[in-house]
């Protein structure tokens, strides 16, 4: 990938994380998401259900694309708040489909539509959507696909595996000389956890 469509990826060769942590830093658009939030561990609902709309609408884009669309798709997605989003109806599937701002793919507006839904769900089973990451950590990024595109739409490896590094699920969001690295280790983001043990087989 391009630097404009990665930002260090367990797909990609260490180099390409050592460049974006190079490269971020002072662009006005790459660079304050480097700094405050790639890698560093969230858990409100309203912060992780936008970091999976966002993941899911860069497939087949840069992510700067992403990033500077950012705004328009908060605005378009009723700030992530995942009950009124769940209740989107035909009406907001045109509106958004017709929105130049945002990513005009009908799955993917399908699938955001439909995973706000999955996740109020997770808040009947797990308590909520931080919950029911926490239950399944840890496990290797394949397991935690087969779990994903098992509960959620438009779910593959490289929207999963950005999603998971980008909170800390799994390492590789900075290079270990990255200044933003010692801030994220400091928060103690999931992957740098002792492990408690293996984990039973995913159940949902």
């Not at 669309?69 to 009723?78: I, Q, V």
């Not at 769940?86 to 439909?114: H, P, T, W």
């Not at 909520?128 to 994903?148: D, N, V």
């Amino acid at each position: 990938m391009s630097w404009s469509a990665s930002r260090g990826s367990v797909f990609a060769a260490r180099d390409v994380s050592a460049a974006y942590c190079r490269l971020a830093p002072g662009h006005p658009w790459h660079g304050p998401y480097h700094g405050s939030e790639y890698g560093f561990p969230a858990e409100d609902e309203a912060v992780l259900f936008e970091r999976l709309v966002l993941e899911i609408n860069q497939a087949g884009l840069s992510w700067l694309t992403v990033l500077q669309k950012r705004a328009a798709f908060r605005a378009a997605f009723a700030g992530y708040e995942v009950d009124r989003v769940a209740g989107f109806g035909e009406a907001d599937v045109a509106r958004l489909l017709a929105d130049a701002s945002i990513v005009r793919n009908r799955l993917k507006v399908a699938a955001v539509i439909d995973n706000a839904r999955i996740i109020q769900g997770l808040r009947q089973s797990h308590g909520s959507f931080h919950a029911w990451l926490e239950a399944h950590h840890p496990r290797p990024l394949e397991e935690w696909t087969r779990l994903f595109r098992r509960n959620f739409r438009f779910t593959g490896g490289l929207i999963v595996g950005e999603f998971l590094m980008s909170l800390g699920y799994l390492p590789g969001a900075h290079v270990p000389d990255c200044p933003v690295y010692q801030r994220v280790l400091e928060l103690v983001p999931p992957w740098s956890r002792p492990a408690t043990g293996s984990k039973a087989a995913p159940s949902g």
